[in-house]
Antibody, heavy 120, light 112 residues
Framework: EVQLVESGGGVVQPGGSLRLSCVASGFTLRSYWMQWVRQTPGRGLEWVSRIDNDGGYTTYVEAVKGRFTISRDNAKNTLFLQMNSLRDEDTAVYYC?????????????WGLGTPVTVSS | DIVMTQSPLSLPVTPGEPASISCRSSQSLLHSDGKNYLDWYVQKPGKSPQLLIKLVSNRASGVPDRFSGRGSGTDFTLQISRVEAEDVGVYYCMEALQSPFTFGPGTNVDIK
C-alpha cells in the first residue's frame, strides 16, 4: 500500500524557517518524481514544487522561488521541503504527493498533510 | 499561468440522480501528443484530496464507473451518473500540462 507521511509542520514567526519531510512507503521512491501541494481556505489548492527522480531537476511556483527548496533522499525514502523567509501567506496545509508519470503534473497519491502556520 | 474555472461552485444533489461539473481553462490543455492534460480530484470531508480522473477520462484505480469525464481543449466536464451519499465532497479540476500546475476553485457537492 502506498503511503506518504508528512512531518515538520508547526508555528513559526514571519521570516523564520521550517523543514518539511515526507516518508514514502509501499513503492520505490527513486522511480517517481514527487511534488508538494499546499491548501488554504482562502486560496484553495496550490501546487508548490516538483522534483525529478534523482533530484537533478526542480521547479517551483513563482511565489516561493528563492525561498523554498525541494530535495530528496532516495536511500531514506524521504522527500523534503526547506522553507525559508516564511511569510504570512505561506500558512497552509502542505501535502506531499507522488507524481504519476513524471510528465504531466498528475498526483496519484497524497499524504495526510502537515499544517504550517506563519504568525507573530 | 493557466487559470482554471469551475461551475457551479456549489452543487446540492439528490441520491440516485445525475450530477455534472464544468471546468474551463484559460489555455488549451491539448498537448502535441494528442492528450488533454486535465485531471479531476475529490476531497472528501476531513480527508486529503485524491485523484479521481486523469487525462480527461481515465479513472484512477478503484474509482467507480459512475464517474466519467469528457472534454477537450479548454472545456471539460465531470459527470456522476447516479450520485451516492459517499460522493459528497469538494471536486477540483487541475491542469496537468505545464507548471505551475493550477487547480480550479472547487465545487462543493452535498446532499439535498
Amino acid at each position: 500500500e502506498v503511503q506518504l507521511v508528512e512531518s515538520g509542520g508547526g508555528v513559526v514567526q514571519p521570516g523564520g524557517s521550517l523543514r518539511l519531510s515526507c516518508v514514502a512507503s509501499g513503492f520505490t521512491l527513486r522511480s517517481y518524481w514527487m511534488q508538494w501541494v499546499r491548501q488554504t481556505p482562502g486560496r484553495g489548492l496550490e501546487w508548490v514544487s516538483r522534483i525529478d527522480n534523482d533530484g537533478g531537476y526542480t521547479t517551483y511556483v513563482e511565489a516561493v522561488k528563492g525561498r523554498f527548496t525541494i530535495s530528496r533522499d532516495n536511500a531514506k525514502n524521504t522527500l523534503f521541503l526547506q522553507m525559508n523567509s516564511l511569510r504570512d501567506e505561506d500558512t497552509a496545509v502542505y501535502y506531499c504527493t507522488r507524481d504519476a508519470d513524471g510528465f504531466g503534473g498528475t498526483s496519484d497519491y497524497w499524504g495526510l498533510g502537515t499544517p504550517v502556520t506563519v504568525s507573530s | 499561468d493557466i487559470v482554471m474555472t469551475q461551475s457551479p461552485l456549489s452543487l446540492p444533489v439528490t441520491p440516485g440522480e445525475p450530477a455534472s461539473i464544468s471546468c474551463r481553462s484559460s489555455q488549451s490543455l491539448l498537448h502535441s501528443d494528442g492528450k488533454n492534460y486535465l485531471d479531476w480530484y475529490v476531497q472528501k470531508p476531513g480527508k486529503s484530496p485524491q485523484l479521481l480522473i486523469k487525462l480527461v477520462s481515465n479513472r484512477a484505480s478503484g474509482v467507480p464507473d459512475r464517474f466519467s469525464g469528457r472534454g477537450s481543449g479548454t472545456d471539460f466536464t465531470l459527470q456522476i451518473s447516479r450520485v451516492e451519499a459517499e460522493d459528497v465532497g469538494v471536486y477540483y479540476c487541475m491542469e496537468a500540462l505545464q507548471s505551475p500546475f493550477t487547480f480550479g476553485p472547487g465545487t462543493n457537492v452535498d446532499i439535498k
